[in-house]
T-cell receptor
């Protein structure tokens, strides 16, 4: 069965430090891949997505993610974290043959001033 | 403004009292979906709809109903709510099933 794992439940980083959030998926073919962010009390907003082509994708708010087929991973990165980046981050996988998107459990990010 | 709206935003009810959470989108999207969010479990899909009059079960459909009579509306119905349905609910829409989803602000439900 298809699944998405985010190994880190909670991460704390200092403002200005770099960030990497991990995402691994289980799916036979190349899926569609998404990262969403949920700020406190808000709905989810798309950060970036990968459908095909260049495996390094740029998103909003200075985020980027790299698709690595050999590792079944789609890790999210940001070179310098801002206090406003504190939020919950969800990796999601689109499964075309099933008309659905599967979300990971989320990683909660705290930013220390 | 393109958006997904949900009502109510907060709801406290008692076991067995039927309730409906409304969802509406103004983007002419074909695909709509309901999720519930619980700590440590992420978002789990309850039901989805590919288009008007086309609905299907997601991963956790038990205890819920939906309907899609109009393209813009996708209400979630709890015929007989139970405490294990206490959760944060999100409605989402997208042009097609694999496209970017646009989420509503969420409905926080407490069933006593």
């Amino acid at each position: 069965a298809q699944s998405v794992t985010q190994p880190d439940i909670h991460i704390t980083v200092s403002e200005g430090a770099s960030l990497e959030l991990r995402c691994n998926y289980s799916y036979g073919a190349t899926p569609y891949l998404f990262w969403y962010v949920q700020s406190p009390g808000q709905g989810l907003q798309l950060l970036l997505k990968y459908f095909s082509g260049d495996t390094l994708v740029q998103g909003i708010k200075g985020f980027e993610a790299e698709f690595k087929r050999s590792q079944s991973s789609f890790n999210l990165r940001k070179p310098s974290v801002h206090w406003s980046d504190a939020a919950e981050y969800f990796c999601a996988v689109g499964v075309p043959s099933y008309d659905k998107v599967i979300f990971g459990p989320g990683t909660s990010l705290s930013v220390i001033p | 403004e393109a958006q997904v709206t949900q009502n109510p935003r907060y709801l406290i009810t008692v076991t067995g009292k039927k309730l409906t959470v409304t969802c509406s989108q103004n983007m002419n999207h074909e695909y709509m979906s309901w999720y519930r969010q619980d700590p440590g479990l992420g978002l789990r899909q309850i039901y989805y709809s590919m288009n008007v009059e086309v609905t299907d079960k997601g991963d956790v459909p038990e205890g819920y109903k939906v309907s899609r009579k109009e393209k813009r509306n996708f209400p979630l119905i709890l015929e007989s709510p139970s405490p294990n349905q206490t959760s944060l609910y999100f409605c989402a829409s997208s042009l097609r099933s694999q496209e970017t989803q646009y989420f509503g602000p969420g409905t926080r439900l407490l069933v006593l």
